[in-house]
């Protein structure tokens, strides 16, 4: 018998339910990318609709991912899987997850790293912020979006900008490194950023840390998201 | 973009969709030679019959039943894949709590889903040319040739920046296997000066534990696990570290914690089982054999002697027709085993000797007897040191002291071995008796070896070749024994010429060594010569 007094445990209850979530959200994505690309290749007229349920069905999943992985991480059952990676294979990655995407709203996505450029860092934890930025740009970019990495004193730094209109004051203003907030006025959760700065934070060598800004102008004028890892 | 054509690809998944969903992906980056199994008994029979290029699994294939990593683990220990077949295990959240087992039992990435084609495409690409890359040293590992593989090491390390590290960890990793601590230690240092990495501090721990530093071993491996909790190989040799400096009681709680984080880890519970019952730690001890033998239903690291093991715990809590039970269980699970029917007969006599059943426990200890002398040497020293206690409790004093007899000549200079026969004569009351008999053992070993010296120094290589091969068949796990004979039919091949029958030979004795005791010094000579002779230049 169910009894409505028992306190349930709701983390652990979300948790469960958005991993299920996630796996059906996988199928449903593997399946709507054939989709796509059979109706492209007949030459069907729905591929701006299409490419929008990729794109919205990518937010989704990011936003599940981000939503785990803090679990864990406040549950304290995280660990991060630090290894040495090929920035630039990372990178020619990206591209290959977001380009029919982008480039069906006119959007095309640059990259600029070293062809031998190797860092050390957790590579499903980078992806996953790259993504989300890269996903967020989708929306202000009007043209381009830059994705670069250069080593810089120690630190890899992985930059992503678009020529869009920036980002509002009152995100600039906040101090990224603390972003806990959630801000029903402007509609944003926060997840995103508080997600990349816990990723920052998580990336350690020796007595340096990770960090994250963000900041308007850029190599396009637009936004420009950067993180830095030791 | 490699041909996926000629790869033959096995996809593992308990859910239909999915398989067919990732065999439509497969197919459409041009593979068309695809199994699929929806459990891990139907994946290990596929893979006892073919011969797969890319293993794709999931990992959680459904509750109580084989996992993508105990696959794995499996197809490994049994061979059943090559070292070029291309492991990839799928998994839905990126947290990898469930994952971590041993490094060698690691696959070759893992891959979150849902993952696009493009995407996967690349994947495989890069990992087979890794692979690729790999080849001609896992050749010689799988040929033992390990400082013929370290070379490879360092060819590729000055020549392939961009995997240098992963080169350099398995140049270390080589360098163990191979004796060679030092050489270890100075990849070691050389990458810990780039970063702190946490393979290469364990590594460091490894090394101090070889060389027997076991205060700074455990220093290291206390600062891996303060640092990265979920870093369970550091949590397995800390409770080594432990176990060797006797704090019997910590090594089984760092052990428990691990188990917390990581619950499947069969080796580790049975790790638990023994140290609490070696601390008297009853209710421990049957919990965690308990654990062990259900987790080993479905890992290839089922063991008789955890039901030996929660046997011996049933008689210590008052329960020895549970005991009984258990082991018939054992009895089922392991027939056709010897080694295992050993075991268990010998923990029958004791539980039958709690039982007051005289009469059965003297013939559980004939069936042992004879089970013993069937397999011809070939007993691990536990199981026959287990056996002469066994006796001693029965009363058989002669057939216990010749079991005895056996360990010692078989490990006459291995102090831990010879300090445990010691326990157990004590414990028997035979403390004098013992000391003698252990006394003129190791005397009459180190005659043996004396005799078979002379002959090399009288350059008679053909007889003491003779001789150390005929003492090492009767004594397959002394050490000096084995490297003199190793030792013989190599100095004989250096002076005469190379034979394949006699490298193999030798390459049999330096195995037994590396399994014996892998930081022996003879070992490491010993493969340098053979390495040499086998492959000049």
């Known amino acids: ?230 | 973009m490699i041909d996926l054509q000629k790869k033959k690809f096995l996809v593992i998944d308990d859910f239909p969709d999915f398989i067919k969903l990732m065999k439509r992906t497969l197919f459409a980056l041009g593979a068309n030679n695809m199994d699929e199994a929806r459990s891990g008994e139907q994946a290990i029979e596929l893979m006892k019959r073919n011969s797969y290029d890319i293993i794709m699994c999931d990992y959680n294939l459904g509750a109580g039943k084989k996992d993508g990593q105990q696959i794995l683990e499996e197809a490994k220990h049994s061979e059943l894949i090559r070292h070029s077949t291309v492991y990839i295990m799928l998994t839905a959240e990126n947290t990898m709590t469930m994952v971590m087992g041993a490094v060698e039992y690691q696959p070759d990435a893992y891959l979150l889903k849902p993952i696009s084609k493009e995407v996967l495409g690349k994947r495989i690409e890069t990992l087979l040319l890794k692979k690729a890359d790999f080849e001609n040293i896992e050749a010689a590992i799988a040929r033992k040739e390990y400082n013929s593989a370290i070379a490879l090491c360092e060819e590729k390390i000055k020549t392939s920046p961009k995997n240098k590290l992963e080169y350099l960890k398995l140049k270390s990793d080589l360098c163990i296997r191979a004796g060679n601590l030092e050489a270890a230690s100075v990849v070691f240092e050389e990458v810990l000066a780039i970063r702190d990495i946490p393979w290469a501090k364990l590594g460091r721990g490894k090394v101090y534990f070889l060389e027997g530093s076991y205060l700074n071993a455990r220093e290291i491996f206390q600062a891996i696990i303060q640092e990265n909790k979920m870093f369970m190989e550091a949590y397995d040799w800390l409770a080594k570290t432990l176990e060797e400096l006797e704090d019997m009681d910590s090594a089984k709680r760092v052990l428990i914690n691990a188990t917390e984080i990581s619950p499947k880890a069969i080796l580790r519970h049975q790790n638990i089982g023994n140290l609490a019952f070696k601390t008297n730690d009853f209710d421990k001890a049957a919990e965690a054999f308990n654990a062990a033998i259900n987790i080993g239903k479905n890992s290839c690291y089922k063991n008789a002697s955890d039901y030996t093991g929660l046997a011996k715990t049933l008689v210590h809590t008052d329960s020895s027709e549970g005991a009984l039970e258990v082991l018939q269980a054992a009895r089922e699970e392991f027939k056709g085993d010897r080694n295992a029917m050993l075991q268990t007969s010998v923990a029958e006599c004791t539980v039958y000797k709690d039982l007051g059943r005289d009469d059965d426990a003297k013939k559980s200890i004939q069936e042992a007897s004879k089970i013993h002398a069937s397999l011809g040497g070939a007993v691990p020293v536990q199981e026959t040191m287990e056996l002469a206690k066994a006796c001693f409790s029965v009363g058989d004093k002669a057939t216990g002291i010749s079991f005895m007899q056996e360990v010692v000549k078989d490990n006459h200079d291995n102090d831990k071995v010879i300090n445990m026969v010691e326990d157990a004569f004590e414990v028997a009351d035979l403390q004098e008796e013992g000391a003698k008999i252990i006394a003129a053992t190791q005397k009459e070993m180190i005659k043996l070896n004396n005799e078979g010296v002379s002959l090399v120094e009288q350059g008679r290589l053909k007889d003491a070749i003779d001789f150390f091969e005929k003492a090492a068949g009767r004594l397959p796990e002394n050490k000096i024994i084995n490297a003199n004979a190793a030792h013989a039919l190599l100095m004989f091949m250096e002076k005469n010429a190379v034979s394949d029958k006699y490298l193999f030979k030798a390459s049999q004795y330096i195995d037994r060594l590396k399994r014996i005791d892998p930081a022996y010094d003879k070992y490491k000579k010993l493969l340098f010569m053979y390495e040499k002779l086998k492959n000049p230049t």
């Not at chain 1, 958005?18 to 796996?23: I, L, P, R, T």
């Not at chain 1, 069906?104 to 499903?124: K, V």
């Not at chain 1, 890899?156 to 907030?181: E, H, K, R, W």
Request: hydrophobic share 40%; proline share 2%; with cysteine.
């Open chain 1, 1 to 230: 018998m169910i009894n409505p007094t028992k306190t349930i445990d709701f983390p652990a209850f979300l948790a469960s339910t958005v991993h299920d979530m996630k796996n059906s959200l996988g199928m449903l994505m593997n399946t709507l990318d054939e989709v796509v690309e059979t109706c492209v290749s007949k030459g069907c007229d729905s591929g701006s609709q299409l490419s929008l349920m990729q794109y919205e069905s990518r937010r989704v999943n990011n936003n599940l991912i981000q939503l785990l992985t803090l679990y864990k991480m406040d549950m304290d059952q995280f660990s991060l899987q630090l290894g040495e990676y090929d920035v630039y294979e990372l990178f020619e990655e990206i591209i290959l997850q977001n380009d029919s995407v982008l480039k069906a709203r006119g959007i095309e996505l640059i990259m600029e790293c070293d062809e031998q450029q190797i860092w050390f860092f957790d590579r499903e934890l980078i992806t996953g912020v790259i993504n989300n930025v890269v996903n967020n740009a989708y929306r202000y970019a009007k043209e381009k979006i830059l994705i670069r990495a250069v080593e810089e004193d120690g630190f890899i730094v992985i930059s992503i900008a678009d020529d869009g209109n920036g980002y509002p004051d009152a995100f600039l203003t906040t101090d990224v490194q603390q972003s806990t907030g959630v801000s029903f006025s402007t509609g944003s959760t926060g997840l995103g950023l508080y997600f990349a700065s816990m990723v920052a934070v998580m990336h350690k060598n020796r007595d340096r840390t990770g960090t994250i800004e963000i900041a308007n102008g850029g190599e396009y004028g637009g936004g420009c998201f950067t993180i830095r890892l030791p």
